[in-house]
């Protein structure tokens, strides 16, 4: 399907486990994000990506770990979760030359216990 | 980065105009002004942007004060699929630029 998809939708962890999240879209977009969000609250970026193989931190890095071998995917992994990882995740991309128009993801549902 | 300020929430009423300010005060020259919507259980949507000049689209219309220190999300007839999240953002233009998402304002319809 085109468009921006995230998997999976829902996952439940444990603390100390080790989680990826991924994110495929199939515009050929350069820049791609991970955001989190926490109940009632805005989004906070984590890590952002110009194109294959350049990534850089955002506001909230500390805990994940990202990776762009391919312009379509856009992996996120939590290398040893925590409860204050618990969160709903939202990937985004955004082409070059447009208006800074983000398309985000569905979001993945993540619940540490 | 500049901040913006919203108000938590605001009610309307179906197929009435819903005008959503935001105040930033301290926008820079470079600043555009990006709105986002997020529905219940769904990522965030573009909903339009501007630089100096009200913008109107098909989702809906922006007003930008004179000085640029605050702006107006016009939706002209809510509908209760407008029952959302919705943000105003300060960013450059340039592609790839961050988004800082505030709290947003809620916006709620009533039938």
């Known amino acids: 399907d085109a468009g921006i998809t995230q998997s999976p939708r829902y996952k439940i962890t444990e603390t100390g486990r080790q989680v990826t999240l991924m994110c495929h879209q199939t515009?050929?977009?350069?820049?791609m994000f991970w955001y989190r969000q926490d109940l009632g609250h805005g989004l906070r970026l984590i890590y952002y990506?110009?194109?294959?193989?350049?990534?850089d931190k955002g506001e909230v890095p500390d805990g994940y770990v990202v990776s762009r071998s391919k312009t379509e995917n856009f992996p996120l992994t939590l290398e040893s979760a925590t409860r204050s990882q618990t969160s709903v995740y939202f990937c985004a991309s955004t082409f070059v030359g447009g208006l800074n128009e983000q398309f985000f993801g569905p979001g993945t549902r993540l619940t540490v216990l | 980065d500049a901040k913006t300020t919203q108000p938590n929430s605001m009610e309307s009423n179906e197929e009435e105009p819903v005008h959503l300010p935001c105040n930033h005060s301290t926008i820079s020259g470079t600043d555009y002004i990006h709105w986002y919507r997020q529905l219940p259980s769904q990522g965030p949507e573009y909903v339009i942007h501007?630089?100096?000049s009200n913008v109107n689209n098909r989702m809906a219309s922006l007003a930008i004060a004179e000085d640029r220190k605050s702006s107006t999300l016009i939706l002209h007839r809510a509908t209760l699929r407008d029952a959302a999240v919705y943000y105003c953002i300060l960013s450059l233009r340039t592609s790839g630029s961050r988004l800082t998402f505030g709290e947003g304002t809620q916006l709620t319809v009533n039938p």
């Open positions: 515009w050929s977009h350069s820049y």
């Open positions: 990506s110009a194109a294959a193989d350049i990534t």
């Open positions: 501007g630089l100096t």
